[in-house]
DNA sequence: TCTGTAGATGATAATAATTATCATTATTGT
DNA sequence: ACAATAATGATAATTATTATCATCTACAGA
């Protein structure tokens, strides 16, 4: 948290109520993936007239500065996860069936990027998605 | 191409014009990738008054026969891209500089893959994104 | 080749997510 | 406490996509 503290701090970014509140609801969800209206009803639980809009811009900022990492997964919405310190790379198991979504943890793609640097390429970060059935839907059927 | 007029054949879909001018713009731009709007100019070349709806119809109609792949890179705009045969996996290079987007070939997630099957999922699928630099802008900087 | 019909089309309204605008308010350094 | 300026809430605007519906057309069968 402190963490987090410092690099707005460092951004010049005020730490408002708002945020404040934005912040804690990715942190009490730490691991879930949020979409900006789910943000908005948690954080009405502590800030009730916060605004859809300022949601938004503080999950943009967030995401901007790594706090948060933005992806999707479903139909043009995007989701928020709040960012494992200085883990860049999200690799996620998506259930076709339950649509449950889960985090794979292990870096095993280094290899394919030294690959790659060879090429030419340099190479950031990169993003892993899996698609099939959790244990439990894979169970069922 | 015959390949694919059989697949819509045997999934009771007409082959009208317009389906056979977007088909065409996708496969003269085998490698692209390309959003619904990029499409309808290209089709407008070939049946000037096709309209938007029936891009979007088409597109998604060919995406779920697996003739398109249907994917996601910037902002809340869907991409698509002819698919190669029945290769299912998509890894894609995408230059933070110039936006160019490369394809990487070969699967070295098999054995991600298995460790997961292990863990009790059924894996159906996989996309993974790399983001950085091209050769090109890497030269450059 | 003609015809009936189910499926396809184009125009456009509707929806959904996100972003922009702007007057008002609140935070922070001094 | 104050001034400067960034942030907020309400809401309009924008953008991508989907739904609606009257009209049209591809295609199987006579």
Same mark, same amino acid.
């Given at each position: 948290m402190d963490?987090i503290?410092t690099? #707005?701090y /460092?951004?010049?970014? /005020?730490l408002?109520? @708002?945020?404040?509140a934005? #912040?804690?609801v *990715? *942190?009490?969800n730490k691991g /879930?993936h949020? !979409?900006?209206e789910?943000v ?5 639980? /502590?800030i009730p007239n916060i605004?859809i809009?300022?949601?938004?811009r503080? =999950?943009?900022?967030?995401?901007? =500065?790594?706090?948060l990492?933005?992806? *999707?997964?479903? !139909?043009n919405?995007?989701r +928020?996860e #709040? !960012?494992?310190?200085d883990k860049h790379?999200h690799?996620h198991?998506?259930? =076709?069936s339950c649509? @449950?979504? !889960?985090?794979? %943890?292990?870096?095993? #793609? +280094?290899?394919?990027e030294s690959?790659?640097? @060879? @090429?030419g +390429? ?5 993003e892993l998605?899996?698609y099939? +059935?959790?244990?439990?839907c894979n169970k069922? %059927?």
């Amino acid at each position: 948290m402190d963490a987090i503290n410092t690099k #707005l701090y /460092r951004n010049n970014y /005020r730490l408002t109520g @708002q945020r404040k509140a934005v #912040l804690n609801v *990715m *942190m009490e969800n730490k691991g /879930r993936h949020l !979409s900006a209206e789910e943000v908005l009803w948690e954080a009405r639980k /502590r800030i009730p007239n916060i605004g859809i809009a300022t949601v938004y811009r503080t =999950l943009e900022k967030l995401a901007s =500065l790594d706090i948060l990492y933005k992806s *999707m997964f479903e !139909s043009n919405k995007f989701r +928020y996860e #709040l !960012s494992e310190d200085d883990k860049h790379h999200h690799h996620h198991v998506v259930c =076709l069936s339950c649509g @449950q979504i !889960s985090e794979v %943890s292990g870096d095993l #793609l +280094y290899e394919l990027e030294s690959k790659l640097d @060879q @090429q030419g +390429y340099r190479i950031i970060d990169h993003e892993l998605k899996f698609y099939g +059935y959790c244990p439990l839907c894979n169970k069922d %059927s």
